[in-house]
């Protein structure tokens, strides 16, 4: 099992940047693909992106494309999201999640979520 503590979360202004943090306890960390998911008020929780367990490749949706970016620090076991020119719509919560290599790929460890609140 993993744990995962999300950090970083805040109140910014349309066009700003935050950096949020996931840190990762317990089972070894590269092990997992990590993700980066997000939760609107009234809505369904929506990935964001993906980072594989060595950090070499990375996958978003489009909607984070050219404006996030996720990285990862095995030695620190701790994974980022870098968010730039955030916009109101960014507005969530936002969690990151674990994926077991050695399973069927489903995240199956959760954080407890960051709020991020984007002002127009």
């Known amino acids: 099992q993993v744990q995962l503590v999300e950090s970083g979360g805040g109140l910014v202004q349309a066009g700003g940047s935050l950096r949020l943090s996931c840190a990762a306890s317990?089972?070894?960390?590269?092990?997992?693909?990590m993700g980066w998911f997000r939760q609107a008020p009234g809505t369904e929780r929506d990935f964001v992106g993906i980072?594989?367990?060595?950090?070499?490749?990375?996958y978003y949706a489009d909607s984070a494309k050219g404006r996030f970016t996720i990285s990862r620090d095995n030695a620190k076991n701790t994974v980022s999201l870098q968010m730039n020119s955030l916009k109101p719509e960014d507005t969530a919560v936002y969690y990151c999640?674990?994926?077991?290599?050695?399973?069927?790929?489903?995240?199956?460890?959760w954080g407890q979520g960051t709020q991020v609140t984007v002002s127009s």
């Open positions: 980072i594989n367990q060595s950090g070499e490749y990375t």
């Open positions: 317990g089972d070894t960390f590269t092990n997992y693909n």
């Open positions: 999640a674990a994926a077991d290599l050695h399973s069927d790929g489903s995240y199956d460890y």
